[in-house]
């Protein structure tokens, strides 16, 4: 069902097939995620159709992070620091920018291997040096600290997406 969605996004198709009527309009995925949770109906227009308020999901994602983190012997400013690293990583594509995911660039006698991704096509995720200067520690606290922090917050962006696939699921159910 998020394939629905991924075709909202501007650099994709329309929904409507060659030679033929669709079923499903844009209109009914819209109208469908109302059954998502406000933060994940945030979330999932923030990625697949670039529309949203970037200021709200922020402050709800840096929320979430409080909350699921109190009691928790940590800086809150590292926690809404992490909160937004996680959105940043979980909004931006999944594939290589270099090579727009396909593993190769095009020359002028056919295509070569991308080097940014060597031919994967996919995106490299924050690294421990990365994730080290944007919250102030060292390396070493990142490896055996942060990153779980920060997969904890990327797991439940997971979940937002799994939650509108359930909602496009029942949403556009066709009787």
Known sequence: MLNLLAKLTAKTCSLTPIG????TTWEDVILAMPRAS???QLFIFAKY???GSDKELLKLAK????????????DELQIETLAA?????SLSPGHCKKCNGSGQLPIKNGFI??????????????????????LGVSAKRVKYFWRAKL?????????????????????????
Do not use: P, V, W
């Open 20 to 23: 033929g009527k669709s079923e």
């Open 63 to 74: 929320r979430e992070a409080r909350k699921r983190f109190q009691g928790e012997k940590m």
């Open 151 to 175: 997969n904890e917050i990327l797991a439940e962006y997971q979940g937002y997406e799994m939650e509108a696939d359930e909602s496009l699921k029942k949403g556009l159910r066709r009787d």
């Open 49 to 51: 159709c670039g529309i």
């Open 113 to 134: 291997t991308c080097s940014a991704c060597e031919g994967t096509g996919r995106g490299k995720d924050i690294s421990d040096r990365q994730l080290a200067n944007a």
């Open 85 to 89: 690293l996680a959105l940043g990583e």
């Open 38 to 40: 406000r933060h994940a």
